[in-house]
């Protein structure tokens, strides 16, 4: 399978594409149009000059895809709001200041939020196991490990139960098929992307497998007495933690390797809770989002020519 370099994520009723520095957010509206909406990230952190740089490159991206996913999903969320008199037009500038706060907020305490549950709880409570059960330092690390593996796995299946979210679930479903579709060198066409896969090694729910299976690892080696420094390592080791796990991601993305085919089995797994099958309507809104920032069917002629120069050989 060609690599494309295009990625995405599902928004509300809709498909955020993204084909470097460029994004479209192509929506779904309540009259049933599709809105397309075509930037430049001028905020991206992630550029040429970072992309050489193993680590770091994987931090950057990190904190960059959160930034204009929550972006994105909050301008998607304006389709659907209580129509109210639209006092803030008075002042676009004022109303812009204001959203960009909200924004700024809900991505600080999402990933407060994130740390106290995914970190700083399986911790906390493999204390509690030690204090009454035993204190084999090894032991503890093990269950602090398993612990954190079945919070993350409780968290996602219980937030796929949700109404809402299993609607954004099947955007995200759109999503995969539609970059399936095209680097498996098919058009981009409703009938072809319904017959492609809804997993992909790329996606963000395999990187956050990664992050929980690379910090159980690296967590079984901290041996220092302090409950405190014990922490404040583990917060330290955040940035290591995504670095490794984007650079995993973007080896999956880019090889067929059998041993990178296994490390990936268990996030395109846990996509099973995260990824649903779209309907018609949702694929058109896929659709829309990646003619807006990717030229498919060149990249799709190269695909072809490549598979007939190898039959050819063959």
């Not at 389709?79 to 700024?104: H, I, N, T, Y």
């Not at 796929?160 to 099947?170: L, N, T």
Request: glycine share 6%.
């Amino acid at each position: 399978m060609k690599y494309s370099g295009i990625g995405g994520q599902a928004v509300m009723e809709g498909v955020m594409m993204r084909n470097g520095r460029n994004y479209a957010v192509a929506v779904r509206k309540p009259d049933h149009e599709i809105d397309v909406k075509v930037e430049e990230n001028k905020a991206t952190l992630f550029d040429e000059k970072w992309n050489k740089i193993p680590l770091v490159r994987g931090v950057l991206s990190f904190i960059d895809s959160l930034v204009l996913g929550m972006s994105t999903l909050m301008y998607s969320a304006s389709f659907f709001e209580d129509e109210e008199p639209k006092k803030a037009e008075k002042d676009p500038a004022k109303k812009e200041r204001a959203e960009k706060a909200l924004m700024g907020g809900t991505v600080v305490f999402s990933i407060i939020l994130a740390v106290a549950i995914f970190i700083l709880l399986p911790y906390y409570l493999s204390q509690v196991f030690q204090r009454f059960v035993t204190e084999n330092a090894n032991i503890v690390a093990v269950f602090e490990g398993v612990l954190r593996l079945v919070i993350f796995v409780a968290y996602i299946f219980l937030i796929s139960r949700m109404e809402d979210i299993q609607r954004v679930f099947m955007y995200h479903g759109a999503e995969h098929k539609c970059i399936n579709c095209i680097e498996h060198g098919l058009d981009l066409t409703v009938d072809n992307v319904r017959g492609c896969s809804k997993e992909h090694k790329r996606c963000g729910t395999s990187f956050l497998v990664f992050v929980v299976v690379i910090s159980i690892i690296l967590y079984l080696f901290i041996r220092v007495d302090s409950h405190v420094l014990r922490v404040v390592i583990r917060l330290l080791l955040i940035p290591v933690i995504a670095g490794f796990s984007y650079e995993l991601l973007r080896l999956a993305g880019r090889t067929d390797n059998r041993v990178v085919q296994i490390l990936s089995k268990p996030g395109l797994w846990m996509q099973r809770l995260t990824v649903r099958e779209p309907d018609d309507e949702m694929i058109e809104v896929g659709i829309a989002s990646v003619e807006a920032v990717f030229d498919w069917r060149t990249f799709v002629y190269e695909v072809r020519g490549e598979e007939r120069s190898d039959a050819r050989t063959e």
